[in-house]
């Protein structure tokens, strides 16, 4: 049996005040890698971290806690259920009129998250931008009556079977189904590097959603990079902010958790990766730090696939998407919280791939949230115990 010890910190020297900057994990055989025992001793280790991190007005009388979809009861899930419903039937906060797409609240996660996906993906802000946005959906859900906090999904759970998933069952207390099945090939995705893709088969549906609590919903807005099945191309909608009415699609895809989004694929990526440079770059599947791959991000996002779900720009439009980025957040959190004093800083470009050209992004550059929320400072949602606008931990 292999067993694994390491110091999460930056260098060799830190190891000498390994007490007050970084943390010495338990040892993990490759058996508790896989099954997820790890993954979970280090979320219970940055839980443990993050208590000398209150600030502002957080504290452990207050804090959220997030935990996963399947560990709530049936009654908050419908709650968290009809919650979102109550957004899609929210007014819009954009002028009337002015984005014929867009009909509800709920669409308008989707308008701001196509405005900003060539500042928001590949770049210096992807983590704490995704973390702020998915915490003022946090917040409508609260406006509209639902009491718990943001869950997320765990993608080793599922890892053997998407369509038995609680998240994916079809069930009252679900996201509602896979997509109705049709034969289909599968689907080619580019990777950052020139000519390359990552090849996934078939999934196990294709077609409308056709059961649980989001059977009917409509998408309206986009298509913006949509991937054809069988093509190395993608469709678009000629205006991707006119109102495309067409059905919520999903074709659930075990393929690409299994090779992308395993628990052994999430604990070494927490491991492993000393800077956040290495682990944001191998989290998105970014060469030259992890490729050809998706990373556990994109892995996550294509095992969901369909319409709007593999589009990377629309994807905010199927609900699952805010339980899939809350994962993505919580593995970032417990990764930050494993070595707190050297994993506050940001590594990227302002712009998608640095192009075109620009600046790097820092920690007192603004994230734009309109007309959601107001602006804030990455600076401000580095620590999500750090006060306004953040206060949560996750279980």
């Known amino acids: ?21 970084c943390t010495s994990v338990p040892t993990y055989s490759q058996k508790d890698i896989d099954s997820g025992a790890a993954l979970a001793s280090l979320n219970a280790i940055a839980l443990k971290n993050v208590q000398k991190n209150y600030a502002g007005s957080c504290n452990a009388r207050n804090v959220k806690v997030r935990q996963e979809w399947r ?61 702020y946005f998915i915490s003022v959906y946090e917040q409508k859900l609260h406006a509209c009556g639902y009491t718990g906090n943001l869950p997320y999904w765990e993608w080793g759970l599922d890892v053997n079977s998407l369509r038995d998933s609680p998240v994916f069952d079809g069930s009252d207390t679900s996201l509602g189904s896979d997509g109705a099945y049709f034969k289909h090939e599968g689907i080619h995705i580019p990777t950052p ?19 649980g609590p989001f059977k009917d919903l409509v998408v309206t807005l986009g298509p913006v990079n949509l991937p054809i099945y069988g093509s190395y191309n993608a469709t678009s909608a000629a205006n991707p902010f006119a109102d495309n009415p067409r059905c919520l699609k999903r074709d659930l895809n075990v393929e690409s958790l299994q090779r992308f989004s395993t628990f052994r694929n999430t604990t070494e990526l ?10 944001q770059g191998t989290m998105q ?48 959190w417990i990764w930050q919280n494993l070595d707190w004093t050297n994993r506050q800083s940001i590594f990227g470009p302002v712009n998608l791939l640095n192009y075109p050209p620009g600046p790097n992004t820092t920690l007192e550059d603004y994230i734009p949230m309109e007309p959601l929320g107001k602006p804030v400072q990455i600076k401000s949602v580095i620590n999500t115990v750090g006060g306004a606008p953040l206060c949560y931990v996750y279980i």
């Open 1 to 21: 049996m292999v067993l694994l010890k390491t110091y999460l910190c930056l260098t060799a020297a830190a190891v000498a005040y390994a007490s007050s900057s």
């Open 71 to 131: 560990t709530l009861s049936k009654a908050q899930r419908k709650q968290f259920i009809a919650a979102v419903k109550c957004t899609q039937k929210a007014p819009s906060a954009v002028a009337p009129g002015t984005i014929p797409g867009i009909h509800s609240q709920y669409d308008d996660f989707t308008y701001v998250h196509i405005n900003q996906t060539n500042k928001i993906h590949l770049t210096g802000s992807f983590l704490t931008w995704h973390r």
């Open 193 to 211: 590097q020139p000519g390359v893709t990552v090849d996934l088969g078939p999934g196990t549906g294709g077609g409308c959603v056709f059961k």
């Open 270 to 279: 927490i491991l492993y990766q000393k800077t956040i440079e290495w682990f």
């Open 285 to 332: 599947g970014e060469p030259p730090y992890l490729a050809p791959s998706l990373g556990v991000h994109g892995g996550g996002h294509n095992a969901i696939g369909g319409d709007p779900g593999s589009d990377p720009s629309t994807s905010p439009g199927d609900p699952s998407f805010y339980l899939h980025h809350a994962q993505v957040d919580r593995v970032y």
